[in-house]
């Protein structure tokens, strides 16, 4: 077989099937790059000779450039390579994505973190630009679930540690202050979060017997059809945080919530995590983490 050709007519009709069918281009890129891939392989002898075959894709991208012009230099093939490598692997061709969002996983090593990252991407309408945000970010190694992918629970998307981004990081942390700092930019706390989260309230006054409360931020995941009260604190995690946010989410669940929604959820967003302290304190409603100020 003369790999050459086979790759050089690959790339042509992709080319003249963008220009005559603009709006599935996407599809036509992911299949032809991930053919040539497939041709460059086996022309370098298998995926173990493939890893040290630069040599030929150099005389390629040479003959190409000459032949078809500029957009086969050897870095973007050395990616078409990649590219077929990561789908034999296991990772899925999503004709939703780009080839620009590809480019942007191909350096990632682990199977399921990739499988993460296309998954949310086709979920959420990810732009390129949003995932390399999300990918930079680590989301994946700070979310609770690795590869249970297809059933999340909703304490399995919140991310650990949750970044709180700003402008300008204070000098001295208090709640009133971090408070003020998720207020400025709550659309980028609530996808910190996770998924499906919206704002209800900040402050939010309750009445307990002859007291009154305020619950820190009260929001409503609609993935899971529940309220969450989510208690800030600048400290380290402590037990009685689990009985103050235990007595807010039973409040809610008698006073708030409707009967076709399932049961609050309480989230505690702390400084650290005492593991000593939370094996003694669980409750299957009550999750807890941890917060990072992030400077933008």
């Not at 599935?24 to 041709?39: F, T």
């Not at 973190?113 to 700070?142: A, F, M, P, W």
Request: net charge positive; proline share 2%.
């Amino acid at each position: 077989m003369n790999y050459y050709n086979e790759i050089k007519t690959t790339l042509l009709k992709n080319e003249i099937y963008k220009k005559a069918k603009d709006y599935s281009k996407n599809k036509s890129d992911l299949n032809s790059y991930y053919e040539v891939g497939r041709l460059l392989v086996q022309a370098q002898g298998g995926e173990e000779r493939a890893k040290y075959g630069n040599k030929l894709i150099k005389e390629y991208s040479e003959k190409l450039t000459r032949e078809l012009g500029k957009g086969y230099d050897v870095t973007t093939l050395k990616r078409m390579r990649q590219f077929y490598l990561l789908i034999q692997k296991g990772a899925p061709l999503a004709h939703q994505l780009t080839w620009s969002h590809y480019i942007e996983l191909l350096p990632l090593n682990n199977i399921n973190e990739i499988k993460y990252y296309i998954n949310i991407t086709e979920q959420l309408c990810l732009s390129r630009n949003k995932l390399r945000v999300k990918v930079k970010s680590n989301e994946y190694d700070r979310i609770g679930y690795k590869e249970e992918l297809e059933e999340p629970k909703i304490n399995t998307l919140i991310k650990e540690p949750i970044l709180i981004k700003t402008k300008n990081i204070p000098d001295k942390v208090t709640e009133i202050v971090l408070h003020n700092l998720i207020l400025e930019n709550m659309d980028n706390f609530l996808k910190e979060l996770g998924e499906g989260f919206s704002y209800i309230g900040h402050e939010v006054k309750i009445k307990i017997g002859d007291n009154y409360h305020s619950i820190d931020f009260l929001l409503f995941n609609y993935k899971f059809n529940c309220f969450v009260v989510i208690e800030i604190k600048v400290t380290g995690f402590k037990a009685q945080h689990i009985g103050q946010i235990k007595k807010y989410t039973n409040y809610v669940d008698e006073n708030i919530k409707e009967p076709f929604n399932d049961k609050t959820v309480g989230i505690i967003i702390c400084k650290d995590i005492n593991g000593y302290v939370l094996k003694y304190c669980t409750d299957k409603r009550i999750f807890t983490t941890t917060y990072e100020l992030e400077k933008v």
